[in-house]
């Protein structure tokens, strides 16, 4: 089973903030780092290679969710970055999935690099069933629309979903054991929830069966993120003393 290392989401605003993560957790396993909107609006490109360039993967994180041509000329420039995953809604529908994943491996090709692999997310970690069904107006169950979402993604050729920890073993059952389940929602105990609804400690999600943890505030917004960081990332592997 695939088990990528931590990815840190780098949800900061600036690029002083960036570089002083990058510093902290350039030692021994190193995270996975995930450009979200926040830094990608604000500095573009330049804010992946400033990443790529200290050496560290990129998970670039747009969440994308248009019509199926937008979407496929976006993927078309994201799939040029050489950034490793990279996400779409899976809301956005089957032809959109797929013009997405094309779009990806033309950049890709033009490049001349390894394409991305492509996430879908299914339903964000801060909805629970009673927003899905009181402001969504979705009348089947969490469980049931992440699995659906899954099939779908499966089927337009996606590597993987992003969900919560929660539902790895309920998409594995629709989907088998070798389509990615990245896991973000990770709470160590001792932490607060947040906006996250789904949330699962790293030893949970390593024992549900997790491919990758995302974990952004319990890391960036603490006094010490080295000792954070490893801490989570030895629960997630089980390297514990
Ligand atoms: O369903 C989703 C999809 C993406 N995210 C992203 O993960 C991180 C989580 O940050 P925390 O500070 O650990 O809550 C953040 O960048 C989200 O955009 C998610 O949380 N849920």
Same mark, same amino acid.
């Given at each position: 089973?695939? $088990? ?27 995270? =996975? ?24 993967d990129v998970f670039l994180d747009? %969440?994308? #969710?248009?019509?199926?041509? !937008? +979407? ?13 995953? !990279? !996400?779409? #809604?899976? @809301? ?9 994943? $094309?779009?990806?491996?033309?950049? @890709?090709?033009? @490049?001349?690099?390894?394409? @991305? %692999?492509?996430?879908?997310?299914t339903q964000l970690t801060s ?5 899905? #069904?009181?402001?969504? #107006? ?12 899954? %099939? ?8 993987? +979903?992003?969900?919560?920890? %929660?539902?790895?073993?309920? =998409? ?15 709470r160590p105990f001792t932490a ?5 609804? $789904?949330?699962?400690?790293? !030893? ?8 990758? =943890? ?28």
């Amino acid at each position: 089973m695939i $088990r990528l290392t931590p990815i840190v989401a780098l949800d900061v605003a600036d690029l002083t903030q960036v570089a002083t993560l990058l510093d902290q957790l350039s030692v021994g396993p190193r995270p =996975i780092f995930k450009i979200g909107m926040e830094l990608f609006y604000h500095y573009g490109p330049d804010v992946v290679k400033q990443v790529q360039r200290a050496g560290f993967d990129v998970f670039l994180d747009l %969440k994308l #969710h248009d019509i199926p041509n !937008t +979407v496929e000329r976006a993927m078309t420039v994201i799939g040029a970055l050489g950034v490793k995953l !990279t !996400t779409i #809604h899976a @809301a956005g529908g089957l032809e959109m999935l797929t013009a997405g994943k $094309r779009g990806l491996k033309a950049g @890709a090709r033009q @490049a001349g690099i390894e394409p @991305a %692999k492509l996430l879908a997310i299914t339903q964000l970690t801060s909805i629970d069933d009673r927003i899905l #069904h009181e402001q969504q #107006h979705i009348s089947i169950s969490l469980n049931e629309s992440v699995q659906e979402y899954a %099939k779908l993604s499966q089927t337009a050729g996606l590597a993987g +979903v992003v969900c919560s920890a %929660k539902e790895v073993t309920l =998409i594995r059952q629709v989907v088998g054991p070798s389509f990615l389940c990245i896991t973000p929602g990770i709470r160590p105990f001792t932490a607060q929830q947040d906006d996250q609804k $789904r949330v699962v400690t790293p !030893t949970k999600a390593r024992q549900l069966g997790s491919n990758g =943890i995302v974990v952004g505030r319990p890391i960036t917004q603490v006094n010490d993120p080295k000792k954070a960081y490893y801490q989570i990332a030895a629960e997630f592997t089980e390297e514990q003393k």
